[in-house]
Every structure is written in C-alpha cells, then in structure tokens.
C-alpha cells in the first residue's frame, strides 16, 4: 500500500507554509485586489483600467537563475523573493508600464513551511516596494527530481500602459542624453560565472575580501535594485523617451534594444565607478573586460534616454529618490548600436 506522503510530498506543510506567508502577502496589497474564496485564482478589479484611454496590458515573466544556490547555501532565503520580483516588474516599466500584479512559483524537494514563508516573504516585499500585488502563487513539492534543500522559483506580472504612452526606440532621437541607474550590485545575472569564479579562485562565501565592507555571501545575496516606482515617478515630471532594464548579456546589449536602427548611444565609461564587486571578480576570476561587459551589469542597472534640456531635472529627482543617477553617455546617428568611449 502507497500514499502520497510515502511518496515524499506533505500536504499538511504546503497548508502551514500558506498560512505562514499570510500576513506578508497580506502587506503587498492594492486597493483592486478582490478576494477569491476558494483561493483558486487571484482577482483584480479591471474598472481601474477605466481611467486610461487606451489600457494596453504588458506580461512578463521570469526567475532569478542560479542565484537561488548561493541562498541555498548560506541558508537565507528572505531576500531572493525581492530578486524576483526586480527581474519582472523592471521589465514591465521599460515600456513606460505600471505594475498592477505579480504570481510566483516555487518547485521544492520538501515544503520547509519556515523557508517557504520567508521565500514568499521576500516575493510580497518586493511587491510592495514596486508598488504591485501578489495575488497568487503556487508552491509545487517534487521529491526526487530535487534535493530536501533545493528549489526554484519563477514569476509572472501584469502592468498597464496608455497606448499612446508607450515608449519605445521609435521615441529615441540623436542629441537625447542617456541616464545610468545605480544597481544595488550584481542582481540576479551572471551567476553561473559568478560560481564558476569562486570554484577556479577557492573563494569561500563567509570570506572577508579587503576591497568589500561585508562577506563576499552578503555582497551576492544584495537583492536586486527595484527601479519600476522610481521610473513612473519619473515619467510624470520628464519626456523620458525610452527605459533598458540592463539584465543578462550586459549594458551594451540591453541598451542596444531601445535603440531605433538610426541611432547609436554612445557611453562613457569614466562616468560611473565600477562597484568593487565587479572588480573583485574580474581580478579573482581572471575575467576578460569583454567578458565582464557581456554578463555584468558592472553597476547600471537601469537606463533612461530623454532630451538633453531634461537631463538635470531627472537626475536631481532620481536622486532625490535615493537612487544614484548619471549622466552616462548621449545619443548620436548610427545604426542601432551601443557602444563605449
């Protein structure tokens, strides 16, 4: 005779987990968040669509990568939620988007209700400082295809834009200045390399090196920059042109993207100081500048492209804001491409 919990999956930890988690969702809430009972679907009320003139819904979707193995190992999983929810959301705003809401999704070897509770804490965290609702997730239990201690995590999020809102390369013009966003450090790109770098150097993650303030752990584990309220804010007061969310493949590519094929942006990299965990990788790891350059955000995270005339206005309410901002590079004729001076 065979039963589900023989099987390895337990039913009654899912059901504590969710009671958990409660109160932390309970935080992410908007006003439009309607209440299912069943607790099958997540509601939002779409008569808050009416005070646009054309709502063009945006999706995206994504997870935070190998990432989740360095919270794995250091045993903390409070932080990687708001990881996830910086990959989505920023994504969303780059088309000039407000977040509406988020789900998540967490696959595990075995519901620890404590560690999904603190994964989903972070999830619901992260919400709040993008201004969204976690309406709904799932947390999927599969003994055997993973490890007691190992899971991942994905999400998805809906925003709103005015059709005649939408930003994009078409917007871009030569003569704009481009604006660089501050990452809070390497977000949640390029770990892969990041492991690769700490097994081929023998770097341990409790390792104190002289050029960082805190472990090496901590500095890997800083949760990823949330920009989304922060670039609305900033709609509102400025011609913002075009936003790149500089994720996977690096500065140049990502800003690449909300280039129109007639322009180039032309950046300076004497503008901005590399965070010295970029530098403390490179040197450990021996990584090309190339290399660097295609996986990093190197500390941009997010780009801006509006006139030059808007430029100082812009950068003094981002920071303002508590987000370090610059002028970065300028636009100029070319053919679509995002190159260093």
Known sequence: MSSYAEAGVDIQAGDRAVALMKAKVARSRRAEVVDDASGFAGLFDASAL??????????????????????????????IGIDLVGMVVDDLVVC??????????IACGKVVPERIAEIVGGVAEGCRLAGCALVGGETAEHPGAMGADEYDLAGAGTGVVDADALLGPDRVRPGDVVLGL??????????????HILKNADLSLDQHLPELSRTLGEELLEPTRIYSLDCLALLREAPVHAFAHITGGGLAANLSRSLPGTADARLDRSSWTQPAIFTALAERGKVPQADMDHTFNLGV??????????????????????????ILG??????????FT
């Open 182 to 195: 501050a990452s809070s450090g390497v977000h949640s790109n390029g770990y892969s390399l990041v492991r």
């Open 330 to 339: 300028e636009i100029t004729p070319g053919t679509g491409r995002a190159v």
């Open 301 to 326: 995270g997010m780009c801006a492209i509006l006139p030059a005339d808007n430029a100082d206005q812009a950068v003094a309410l981002l920071n303002a804001r508590g987000v370090p901002t610059w």
């Open 50 to 79: 009416l005070r646009f003139r054309r709502p063009l819904l945006a999706t995206s979707t994504d997870g935070v990568g190998t990432k989740v193995m360095l919270a794995q190992r250091l045993d903390k999983h409070d932080t």
């Open 96 to 105: 000039g988007a407000e977040p509406l809401f988020m789900t998540d999704y």
